[in-house]
Each structure stands twice: as structure tokens, then as C-alpha cells.
């Protein structure tokens, strides 16, 4: 199988989740199925791996959108057959691509981060194929949130340890030295983030339990191994409580060290109230030491419910210090202290190989759905193809069906527009700069137009860039279905796509001249409004109002050839009369209504509004303007449907 693994993080950090990603990785790779994995805070992935890497962590705050670039590449090249969602904050983007793409996903919970989910992660997780919850307590938290989903579609994928590396051991010289222990000591051990955001993992309900064993075990030290955001507030709390000589913050260590401290240490102590599981306890466990956790949250799952380990109230410094001086004195069930026994049972229950045999009913679990998704249809019918009638609805639902053929349209449309060129997409800019130019130079200079108090290049360059949009994308559109007769004499599809793919390649250019309208603002010291979040339906306008009215003229092209000749004649008029040159306050006031049943000036002054900033925006001219637009595109679409019945006879 084909599987594509979205992931936080791998390789920067080693903690509990890029462990448990890391485990799952090896799984997928010695099963063998095909992965590909796209990270968001990795940087450049180096080594021999089994498995393509693409990071985005260089890239800093541009890191989602690439990011999400990176994804869909890999959609598109890699074709995978289900995309593995390694963070329920990527499950609203895996929820839109599987609509566009129809591949399913599953998602990877471990804990804390899904036990109050926000509305746009809760529907992203919804509609997640499969959920894998690292233990049933975040499994419950789960389902009392999205109490619709199905129970069975939530599968238990407990963290694994590796006993190759987490072996019991001697104590280590090197480390007794270096943190100033003695052979007679009791250590202590706890391995966390010390994270403000991660406060539940109970250290410093340890620090607090520890002053009252002291006096009667003076030989106590506690190492919290583990730095963060926390130290100060951890290191203030053990001055205050004098406990300096039995309190030793270790710091980070390379995980080739971490088997060495769980071996240094004679009790391994983590009361949490927030662990979604907590793999820290299975690496305690497989070299053989007592552990002591909270009964308030996962690590109940991971004690095996207290076989494999003694569970405390986090909450109550009496139990845990009661817990801690029973494994002093030594006076726990033999079950909870010999080490080859408690590796024994961590290992069955949470080995690799039992890690190994879960992994694989998950992926049975998805090639069955993946199996159903792909078994023909038994009651497929055959379609029949009927020439329309009158003034016939639009078939939303047929566009969306060939919303593959729309993108590659468009595509194909960008390749050839720039294929062979000197310049390349520097057209793009080159075209509204060069008018920009000349109109500085003689509507500017020359005529001593007004420009509304702002620089004339800035002016009639945000003028032009909606201008060259609209022009461009009227003149292709209109030309569109006679330029695809083989497409469209020879094969059935939707004939609205085809003038809708030229509104698509004509925003690419829009954007990339959109880059010299804002190095423009940058020189000239004018920066957007609060209106700028109108962009959206600024464009959103351009585009109905340039592929309404070239939807009229493509289907009146087809069969009335005299159309080629008007559409440069009436672009070239609808120029002057449109604020491009000029502003719509240049125009007397009783005539202003007049300019507004052009669509496009609406749409060129809101445009100018939204990233210049330098005036208002007239509610009216743009209720007008949108108005006139809706009509156009509603007016077109309707009666280019009704004609296209008659495309394949004329064209």
C-alpha cells in the first residue's frame, strides 16, 4: 500500500510522540508498504532512510504554507492510497483534500491535544476514516466529544519500547560522578519536558513529597532529567522547600544516554494527571525498576491497571510519599520490584512484536475500507447522453465530477502560455509595469490627470492589475471553445469547464503582478487598510464579472464568427470607461451612477481600497457594481447552457 504520513515533527526533538511516529514508521517500512512523509517542523532530513522525507522546518514562518504545498505534490507524484494524519492539527487539511481527492485518511491521537478539541479540528477528526487513540482513556475523551462517531472506528494503538536498547544495567560510573551520587544513594528518577504547558506531569508534586522523606532517608536524590520553559519555577520550588543537596536537574540528554539514567535510578516516579499514555514508564519497566504513576489518566493503561506498577492519587503528597518509602523499605509485592519480572510483562504486553501485530489489524482494518471504496458498483448504470432543452439548470454536481479535468485544463493552459519564451512568467509583470509606464508618462505627466492624492504609477498600476486580469481572461475565455474543437466534437464533458479553466491561469498571473504592487507600497510608504480583507471579494468580482461576460461571448463566438472582431473593439473602449486611468471622483457626481453599471469600476475602486487605503469604499457604486455582476454571470452561465447543445454542429 501506498501511505502518506503527515508529521509534526520526527526528527529535531525525541519526544514521546516522534518516538511513538518513529516506532510506527519502522512498522509500515518492514511490512512493506510504500511511505512518504511530509513534516512541518523537521529541517532538511538527511541519511541512508527507507522512506521519502519532505521538511519544511527551513523555511521558518513560511514553513505551513509550504508545508501544505509539499502535500499536495506528493498527492499529485506519489498517488498514495491513504494518507496516515500524524496530528489532529493537520485533520482539517486532511478533510479538504480527501474532498478534492477522495482519499481517505486516519488520524494519529495521543493525548492531551485532542481532549478538548476545537470545532475545526473536531470536524477535520469527523470525518477521519479511522481514529488511532494511543489508549482508551483519550478513546473515551474522544467519543464524548463526537458522540455520533462509530465506537469501532476508534482503534487502540498502545506506544511500544525498544528492548534492544532499554536493558537493565549496572549503574553508571560516569553518570555517578558527574551528578555527584554515591553508591549508597536512593535515586529517584523522572524523565519530562519540564514545560509549563506540561505542569501535569507531577514533578513538582514529587519535590513536595520529597521534603517529608527526608529526614528519615537523607540519602534520597531525585533527578529530573528532562529542561523547558518550567526550570525556573521547578528550581525556585526546591529552594524554597531546601531541598538543593537532594535535588538534581540533570538537564537533556542524547537519547544513546537515556538507558543509562533509567539504570541509575532505584524507583522511577511520574504522578501525572494529563499522560496520554507516557512511554517513559514502558523504558522504566524494560530495565527493570519499580514505577510509581498517577491514577488519574493514562498511565493507568500503561501499569496494565496497576500489575505492573503502583498507582497514586497525583493530588495526594501523602500517598505518593507512602508509595515512595514502600520502595525504599522494599515492602511491595514481589510482582512490583523483581526487574526480570517486570520486563517480562512489559514486554508481552507492549513489545515490539505486539506492537507490530496491532499495527498490522490497522492497516487489514483500512485495506478493507480501501477494498470497499474500490469494488465496481453493481448497480452502475450506463449514462445516457441527451441534448438540452430550453433554459436548462446548472449541474453543480457534474462540474464537481470533473473538477480534475478544470485543474488540468488550467495547467495545460500555463505551460503553453510561457513555453518557449524568453521572459517566462516575467510576463506577467512585465504587461500592467509597461502600461503602468507609459500612462504615468503621458496621463501622469502629460495630461496632469488626478490620482486621488497618491503617487499616478501606484494608482494605475492597482488599476491594471484588475484591468489586465479582466481583458486577458475575457479575450481567452471567449476564444476558448472554438480553440478545443477536437475536445469538444470528440468527447463528453461538461462544456462550462472550459471557459472557467481560462479565470484560473489568469489569477496566477494576477498574483505574481500582485508582488510588484506591494514592493510599489513598500517604496512609497502607503500601507493597506483594514479593508484588505475585502481582497477575497474584490477578486472573487473579477472573476465573475470577466467569465459572465465571456461565457455570452464564447457562446455567441461559436456560431457568429463577427465576435472576433468586436471583443478587441469593445475592450479597448470599455478601458476609458473604466477608473483606470483616471478616478471615479474626476467623474461629476450625478453621472457616477453610470460608471457603476460597468462592472469591472466597482470592482477596480475596491481594489484600490482594499491595499491603498487612501479613501473610503463606496458602499453604493459597489452594491451596483455587484448587482450588475451577479446579473451577468447568472444571465451567462444560463445562456450558454442553453446553447451549447449546438456547439458541436457550428463549431
Known amino acids: 500500500m501506498r501511505i502518506l504520513l503527515l508529521s509534526n515533527e520526527l526528527f529535531n526533538n525525541e519526544g514521546g510522540i516522534q518516538v511513538y511516529n518513529r516506532h510506527l514508521i519502522k512498522v509500515l517500512i518492514e511490512s512493506g508498504h510504500a511511505l512518504n512523509i511530509v513534516s512541518i517542523n523537521d529541517k532538511a532530513v538527511s541519511g541512508n532512510l527507507k522512506y521519502s522525507v519532505q521538511s519544511s522546518g527551513n523555511y521558518s514562518f513560511l514553513r505551513k504554507p509550504v508545508f501544505v504545498k509539499n502535500v499536495i505534490k506528493q498527492i499529485v507524484v506519489f498517488k498514495p492510497e491513504l494518507i496516515i494524519c500524524g496530528h489532529v492539527n493537520f485533520s482539517l487539511l486532511c478533510f479538504i483534500l480527501s474532498k478534492f481527492s477522495g482519499l481517505p485518511y486516519i488520524t494519529l491521537t495521543y493525548g492531551v491535544e485532542v481532549w478538548g478539541l476545537r470545532r475545526l479540528m473536531a470536524l477535520g477528526l469527523k470525518h477521519s476514516r479511522l481514529i488511532v487513540a494511543m489508549s482508551n482513556f483519550t478513546r473515551n475523551k474522544i467519543l464524548k466529544q463526537l458522540s455520533s462517531y462509530p465506537k469501532d472506528n476508534i482503534c487502540i494503538l498502545p506506544g511500544t519500547v525498544d528492548t534492544a536498547r532499554f536493558l537493565p544495567g549496572p549503574k553508571s560510573g560516569f553518570l555517578m560522578e558527574k551528578l555527584g551520587l554515591k553508591p549508597d544513594d536512593f535515586v529517584i528518577l523522572t524523565v519530562a519536558r519540564l514545560a509549563k504547558a506540561e505542569k501535569y506531569k507531577g514533578y513538582d508534586r514529587v519535590i513536595l513529597a520529597l521534603?517529608?522523606?527526608?529526614?528519615?532517608?537523607?540519602?534520597?536524590?531525585?533527578?529530573?532529567?528532562?529542561?523547558?520553559?518550567?526550570?525556573?519555577?521547578a528550581e525556585k520550588l526546591v529552594k524554597d522547600n531546601g531541598l538543593e543537596s537532594n535535588v538534581i536537574f540533570a538537564g537533556s540528554c542524547h537519547q544513546d544516554q537515556l538507558a543509562d539514567f533509567y539504570n541509575l535510578c532505584d524507583c522511577f516516579v511520574m504522578p501525572s494527571h494529563g499522560e496520554g499514555f507516557g512511554l517513559v514508564f514502558l523504558e522504566a519497566l524494560a530495565?527493570?525498576?519499580?514505577?510509581i504513576a498517577g491514577n488519574k489518566d493514562a498511565s493507568v493503561e500503561a501499569l496494565l491497571g496497576g500489575e505492573i506498577g503502583v498507582l497514586v492519587s497525583p493530588d495526594n503528597l501523602a500517598a505518593i510519599r507512602e508509595a515512595i518509602e514502600k520502595v525504599i523499605k522494599r515492602e511491595l509485592p514481589e510482582n512490583l520490584l523483581n526487574a526480570s519480572l517486570l520486563r517480562e510483562k512489559v514486554i508481552n504486553a507492549f513489545g515490539p512484536e505486539r506492537f507490530k501485530e496491532r499495527v498490522t489489524e490497522i492497516i487489514a482494518h483500512c485495506s478493507a475500507f480501501?477494498?470497499?471504496?474500490?469494488?465496481?458498483?453493481?448497480?452502475?448504470?450506463?449514462?445516457?447522453?441527451k441534448p438540452t432543452r430550453g433554459w436548462v439548470a446548472i449541474n453543480f454536481k457534474e462540474l464537481w465530477d470533473y473538477r480534475e479535468l478544470l485543474y488540468f485544463l488550467a495547467w495545460k493552459d500555463l505551460k503553453i502560455r510561457y513555453r518557449q519564451t524568453v521572459l517566462g512568467v516575467a510576463w506577467s509583470v512585465v504587461q500592467p509595469a509597461m502600461s503602468m509606464v507609459v500612462f504615468t508618462l503621458f496621463f501622469g505627466k502629460m495630461a496632469k490627470i488626478p490620482s486621488d492624492g497618491i503617487p499616478y504609477p501606484i494608482f494605475s498600476y492597482s488599476g491594471l492589475l484588475i484591468w489586465v486580469y479582466f481583458s486577458a481572461t475575457l479575450l481567452n475565455s471567449s476564444m476558448s471553445l472554438v480553440s478545443n474543437t477536437n475536445l469538444i466534437t470528440k468527447v463528453y464533458f461538461p462544456r462550462l469547464i472550459i471557459p472557467f479553466s481560462t479565470s484560473i491561469t489568469g489569477l496566477v498571473d494576477y498574483l505574481i503582478a500582485l508582488g510588484l504592487l506591494i514592493i510599489m507600497m513598500f517604496y512609497y510608504g502607503i500601507f493597506p487598510h483594514f479593508s484588505i480583507v475585502l481582497?477575497?471579494?474584490?477578486?472573487?468580482?473579477?472573476?465573475?464579472?470577466?467569465?459572465?461576460?465571456?461565457?455570452?461571448?464564447?457562446?455567441?463566438?461559436?456560431?457568429?464568427r463577427d465576435i472576433r472582431y468586436v471583443i478587441p473593439f469593445f475592450v479597448q473602449l470599455l478601458l476609458f470607461?473604466?477608473?483606470?486611468?483616471?478616478?471615479?471622483?474626476?467623474?461629476?457626481?450625478?453621472?457616477r451612477w453610470l460608471i457603476s453599471l460597468n462592472p469591472i469600476s466597482g470592482v477596480i475602486d475596491l481594489h484600490r481600497a482594499c491595499l491603498l487605503g487612501y479613501k473610503s469604499i463606496n458602499w453604493l457604486e459597489l452594491a451596483i457594481s455587484s448587482t450588475v455582476i451577479l446579473v451577468i454571470i447568472i444571465s451567462g452561465t444560463y445562456y450558454f447552457r442553453r446553447t451549447e447543445r449546438y456547439f458541436a454542429d457550428y463549431i
Do not use: Q
Open 211 to 233: 521534603k517529608g522523606l527526608i529526614s528519615s532517608y537523607p540519602g534520597i536524590k531525585y533527578i529530573l532529567l528532562g529542561g523547558g520553559d518550567d526550570l525556573e519555577r
Open 287 to 291: 530495565c527493570g525498576k519499580p514505577v
Open 370 to 385: 480501501l477494498t470497499e471504496l474500490n469494488k465496481p458498483d453493481s448497480s452502475a448504470h450506463r449514462l445516457v447522453i
Open 535 to 560: 481582497l477575497p471579494f474584490c477578486i472573487l468580482m473579477a472573476v465573475f464579472a470577466a467569465t459572465g461576460i465571456g461565457l455570452w461571448m464564447s457562446a455567441l463566438y461559436v456560431r457568429y
Open 577 to 591: 470607461l473604466t477608473p483606470v486611468i483616471y478616478p471615479t471622483s474626476s467623474i461629476p457626481e450625478k453621472y
